[in-house]
Each structure stands twice: as structure tokens, then as C-alpha cells.
């Protein structure tokens, strides 16, 4: 109360019909300026117009490392923004892509300001050099008809539906369940995640959830154990120990098996972003519940940041681990799209493919020897031991042979 008033009395401009003392989600609309040393605000959720000036001032703040994407437009006119964060933007350049995203359950909020936090430490503190070897895009809030129900300037009637009511992690095409599980049309919402992740290969990825404190690992849709399980288990345990370290009391993060849960184990679900990520797109997602209580009280934010920065930037730095490389033609030089597969290992989508542009590709393994296959329409195909450790990055140049290269030439 008494820092309500002192933040009125110091700012008149804050005050608007959704800012009441009693509104435990404070929503602040003052805008970003360009002398303020912090555009996210400490302890309160952004009005809508304010979280989209908050994006606009990172990427005018840091045109080097800083853009925003427009993903998409609700008939709501509200829109599914994302900062695109890596070092030298410019310039496309081959690196694991991240994707970050929070609340398409539009009342699990605290996701929302953590993802905004989180975009603002990265570009400001990159301790870790993350934005140099990575490409990380952060969609802060991905049902915002959801959260701004009652309008733009309030959280109050923020809703887990979207505009029409649908629960949008039931909305997913599903591996097992078909095109449309839950009987309704793909949703605006989710007809421009999909887009998004057609258009990009998002290598690895964490979408924030709230009502628990646990790590979600794949499958949700399906019993049997995706087949990079072990990778699941040791990341999520990781997750999971650093969240209760730094969480208060020791009581933050034990939601289960101690903060870890399959997602089938936990409830099985049809329709989960999270599968159709990992089936359709090969990316690693995971569903991670940071929040037991969904609309989180704006002033435990920092709080919650504290409890939760080590673990997520942890995981953000397992996309620089794995086997990584570039897949070439032998004699062009040129990238290849090709497919690799762990044979023995690999099975439901679990093997990944390089990408058109630069050939590159990232396979997320636990520590161990593999043989990964390397094949391409058209060529011959190579295999490679690759042993793995724990925290290691493993670079491999495949060159591949056209099989008419292999060919003599015929005499005339
Ligand atoms: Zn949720």
C-alpha cells in the first residue's frame, strides 16, 4: 500500500481506472522512455500497449543484438510479438535457435514478465556470451486476448482460453490424435505458432506454464518414452536443482517426482504445443510450471526471478552442447539439407535434419557413444562415431558425395 502511493505520488501518469492498491496484478502503463536506465518494470505487469513499447525500446536500445518479429495479427488487433536476440543480427549466421515463449494459457502470467525479464538480462548482462553462440527468439506472451480479457489495461479477467474459449495447448495438430484433437479449428493463435515454426527450426525450446512448480518432459500424448529420454531427465534435474537451490525456503520447485514429471506420467493430453513441437518440428521442448499460483501477485516477481534465472538460463546454454556441424556437397561446397538418424536410437520423429541455408545442424544427446547416419537424397551416406560427454559440444564437417560422383566416367 505504502509503495503504491509512493509510486503515485512520484508518477501521477500511472495512475489509470485498472490501477488499484488492492489489484495484487498491478499493471503499470507507463510507457518505456529512453532515458530509463530499466524498460522492465521491477514488480508489476506491463498494460498491453506497454508490453509491446517494451519490445520496441529493447530492439531501438540494442539494434545490434535486438529485433522484433510480428508473428502474427488476432482479429483482436492484439498481436503475437517476438524479440529475436543473437549477437550481430545482421548477419545470418549458423547457430542453435532457442525459442522462449509464455502464457498461451492466458492467466498463467508470471512466465509473461519473466520471458520480458529475461530479454532485458540477456541484452544488457550476456555473461555467459549466450547471444553469441546462439539465436534466441522470446514470445513473452502468446494469448494475449486471454490475459487482457477485460481489456487492455488489466490483468483482473485474465482467462487460460483464448478470444473463443479454446484451450489453446489442446489445440496442436497431435501424433496420435490427429489434425484437429479437440474438435475445434486450428486457432488464430496457433495457426501463427505453426507458421513460426515452419519458417524457422527452432533447435531448442521452453514454454513457460503456471499451477505447478515442475519440469514437463515429452511425451504428453503418448506412454512410451521419447526416445531422448535420458537428455529429458538429466536437463530437467538440473532445472529442478537449481530452481529449489535458489528458490526461498526450499520449498519453491518439487511439484512430483521433486520437480520433474513426464508429461503423460503427470496427465496425458492431446493437442500439447510441446508434442507437436518435438513430433512435427524435432525441437526439443519442454513444458516448464514455474508458478503454483497461476496469476502470480506482481509483487513476488523479482522474487520469482531470482528463483528461477540460473535454472533457465542453464537450460538456454544446453542448445550450445551436443553434437553440432555442418553438412557440405563435396564438390560445391554448398550446404546440404540432409537428414540425420541415430540408427537403434531413433524413432517418432527423434532424429533431426540440417538446415537448407547453412547445412547446420544440433542433436541434444546424454553422455555416450552414438553412430550417427548421415543421408541425403541424391548422395551417398556417411556414418560417424561421435562419443559425448557431459557440458560438451561435439563439431563435425560431414562432406557428402553425390552418388554420380562415385560413378566412372563412361568412355564415348
Ligand atoms: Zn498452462
Known amino acids: 500500500m505504502k509503495w503504491i502511493a509512493f509510486v503515485l505520488l512520484l508518477v501521477p501518469g500511472w495512475l489509470t481506472p485498472s ?26 505487469y506491463p498494460t498491453y500497449g506497454v508490453y ?28 503475437i510479438l517476438a524479440l529475436k536476440l543473437t549477437q550481430g543480427i545482421r548477419q545470418e549466421r549458423a547457430r542453435p535457435q532457442v525459442l522462449c515463449t509464455a502464457a498461451m494459457h ?31 527468439y522470446i514470445n513473452p506472451l502468446a494469448n494475449p486476448d486471454g490475459a487482457y480479457a477485460a481489456g487492455d489495461y488489466s490483468l483482473a479477467a485474465a482467462r487460460r482460453g483464448n478470444a473463443n474459449g479454446v484451450d489453446l495447448n489442446r489445440n496442436y495438430p497431435d501424433p496420435d490424435d490427429g489434425r484437429f484433437p479437440d474438435g475445434n479449428a486450428h486457432q488464430p493463435e496457433t495457426r501463427i505458432f505453426m507458421r513460426a515454426a515452419e519458417r524457422r527450426s527452432f533447435d531448442l525450446g521452453i514454454n513457460f506454464h503456471g499451477g505447478a ?27 529442478a536443482q537449481r530452481a529449489q537451490h535458489d528458490g526461498p525456503g526450499g520449498t519453491y520447485f518439487k511439484d512430483r517426482s521433486n520437480g520433474v514429471t513426464n508429461g503423460h ?30 496469476r502470480l501477485p506482481a509483487a513476488e516477481l523479482p522474487t520469482l526471478w531470482t528463483s528461477i534465472r540460473r535454472a533457465l538460463l542453464g537450460y538456454l546454454r544446453e542448445a550450445t552442447y551436443g553434437i553440432h556441424g555442418t553438412v557440405t556437397d563435396r564438390v ?51 556414418s560417424l562415431i561421435v562419443t559425448l560427454a557431459d557440458k560438451q559440444r561435439r563439431y ?17
Request: net charge neutral.
Open 19 to 44: 490501477l488499484r492498491a488492492q489489484d495484487p496484478l498491478l499493471t503499470t502503463d507507463r510507457a518505456p522512455t529512453p532515458t530509463q536506465h530499466r524498460v522492465v518494470p521491477a514488480a508489476a
Open 52 to 79: 509491446e513499447a517494451i519490445l520496441y525500446e529493447l530492439a531501438r536500445r540494442y539494434p545490434d543484438r535486438c529485433r522484433v518479429e510480428v508473428w502474427g495479427t488476432l482479429p483482436s488487433g492484439r498481436r
Open 106 to 136: 492466458g492467466d498463467e502470467l508470471a512466465g509473461y514478465w519473466v520471458l520480458l525479464r529475461l530479454a532485458e538480462d540477456l541484452l544488457t548482462n550476456d555473461e555467459g556470451g549466450l547471444l553469441e553462440q546462439t539465436v534466441i
Open 213 to 239: 512448480e515442475l519440469f514437463n518432459y515429452p511425451w504428453d500424448t503418448f506412454r512410451t518414452r521419447h526416445p531422448d529420454t535420458d537428455w529429458w531427465r538429466k536437463v530437467s534435474r538440473e532445472f
Open 265 to 294: 506420467d503427470w496427465y496425458p493430453i492431446a493437442g500439447s504445443r510441446q508434442d507437436y513441437m518435438n513430433y512435427y518440428h524435432r525441437t526439443r521442448e519442454a513444458t516448464v510450471e514455474i508458478t503454483n499460483a497461476k
Open 332 to 382: 560445391t561446397g554448398r550446404p546440404v539439407l540432409a537428414h540425420l538418424t541415430i540408427p537403434g536410437h531413433d524413432q517418432m520423429q527423434s532424429s533431426v535434419y540440417s538446415s537448407a541455408a547453412f547445412g547446420d545442424f544440433y542433436r541434444y544427446l546424454a553422455p555416450g557413444t552414438y553412430r550417427l547416419q548421415v543421408s541425403a537424397p541424391g548422395y551417398r551416406s556417411r
Open 396 to 412: 563435425l564437417h560431414v562432406v557428402l558425395e553425390r552418388d554420380s560422383d562415385l560413378v566412372p566416367a563412361r568412355k564415348k
